[in-house]
């Protein structure tokens, strides 16, 4: 099998890998984080995400299916920041060549596309950079080191030579 067709059939697998590692990642986060600092329970956590399709109100009155709901919305965003990634990298060779740097890059964006694109024109209202400082620290850590840096790991298994992907 050549490099071009190994890569070909194993990029959409090693994405949508990137893609739940992060997602479970940045979950556990998420939940650890308001559950140790603020004592709210990962079922809350679920129906924040979940209010940004339905709204507070509907998602806080569902219950077990709203957390269910945003659970599988959390996956799904996570799954389309890893093929967002993966078609970069398609695209611009750099990103192969500096992993590192172009994760943490993407890791940053994506914090500022969450806080100020996303949540503010989703029906979860809000958005920008909250009040507690360390979230934000914590927050911009984790969508580097725990989001955007697994999946530019997994992509450049699938898309370099060998299956590894390295950096400088």
Known sequence: M????????????WTVIGGLIAATL??????SYWGITADVPAQRILHSVASGLIGREAALAGGAST?????????LIALIMAAVYAYAATKLSWMLRRPWLSATLYGLWLFAAMNF???PLSRAGGGGIPKDVLWIVLSILVHVC???WPIAW???????????????
């Open 26 to 31: 940045d979950i556990a986060y998420a939940i």
């Open 2 to 13: 050549t490099y071009a067709n190994r890569s070909a059939r194993s990029l959409p697998l």
């Open 117 to 119: 694109i996303v949540v």
């Open 154 to 168: 997994c992509v450049g298994h699938a898309l370099r030579p060998g299956g590894t992907a390295r950096g400088r």
């Open 146 to 148: 725990f989001v955007a």
């Open 67 to 75: 957390a269910a709901l945003g659970l599988a919305l959390h996956y």
